[in-house]
């Protein structure tokens, strides 16, 4: 069975849990795009690596609107699948997908998951698919979610390379940057590339109780919609993208939005457009 949520975007956070960090507050869905339509490719990396078993019960990090979660949820069919976000639209939207189309073993908690009291050693699997960069206190919640892993318990999270490696934000940068130059489009506020050093990760996940930390470099593009009217439209609800637009004076900002679809138009093909990026999966087992 297929997942057929409506790939709604996530309210801006206040602890910085998913990737919520990269819309603006009140998601729409422009055209065909979405967030799970942007990350399809990555997605099924991602399911790959995490090899959901028939028995596993599995804990899902930032799940958004549940599209992560839910898939867990039909392979561990004889399991269970809990997905958290700091998001409450979020959270109440993969409700209301998962009340409309199953499956009946998955379940959503509105939690922070540096802090929330999961119950100890209860899951098999931890995963998160660019849910775990935006943590207050990196050591404190992977210390956290550890606790809520059984023994030797994985960890399969899917996090972003470094900046300079990502098309999508190199580019997006430039064109609001333009002649107003590099500070109108500085992005303040949390980090969407904290766990893009794999030496860094290393000491975090370590310092947190896990070992065999592995990664995988994943190059595979974003998808921003159908056209460019729809990728404009979605680039415009990044957070990054409206923060630095709303500091613009009308006719900067003007001029930004129009580098902006001049940018969109060139990265157009036959099947939408699309940008280069680079990931890392990283595995970890729990001491």
């Known amino acids: 069975m297929t997942d057929a949520s409506d790939n709604s975007a996530q309210a801006t956070p206040g602890r910085h849990e998913g990737t919520a960090v990269r819309r603006a507050a009140g998601g729409h869905t422009p055209g065909t795009s979405g967030y799970d339509a942007e990350l399809r490719r990555h997605n099924q990396m991602l399911r790959r690596v995490c090899d959901v078993r028939l028995h596993d019960r599995v804990l899902d990090i930032g799940c958004g609107t549940g599209q992560t979660t839910r898939q867990a949820a039909r392979t561990a069919r004889a399991g269970s699948a809990l997905g958290v976000d700091v998001s409450a639209t979020a959270i109440e939207r993969a409700r209301e997908v998962a009340r409309a189309q199953g499956p009946g073993n998955v379940t959503f908690e509105h939690a922070d998951a540096q802090v929330h009291r999961f119950p100890q050693e209860h899951f098999d699997l931890a995963i998160s698919r660019f849910g775990t960069m935006f943590f207050d206190d990196p050591v404190a919640a992977f210390a956290n979610i550890g606790l809520a892993l059984r023994p030797a318990g994985r960890l399969v999270m899917m996090v ?119 990931a890392w999966i990283i595995t970890a087992r729990r001491h």
């Open 160 to 278: 972003w390379q470094t900046h300079e490696r990502n098309e999508w934000d190199v580019t997006i940068h430039r064109s609001l940057a333009g002649p107003e130059g590099p500070v109108a489009a500085a992005s303040a506020g949390p980090d969407p590339f904290s766990l893009a050093d794999p030496p860094t990760v290393k000491r975090i996940l370590g310092a947190a109780g896990f070992a065999d930390i592995t990664f995988t470099d994943v190059h595979e593009p974003v998808y921003y919609g159908p056209d460019v009217a729809a990728a404009l439209d979605w680039v415009r609800g990044f957070t990054c993208t409206s923060e630095v637009l709303k500091r613009l004076e009308p006719a900067a900002a003007a001029r930004a939005v129009g580098r902006l679809r001049e940018t969109l138009s060139a990265h157009l093909s036959d099947d939408g457009v699309w940008f280069d990026s680079r």
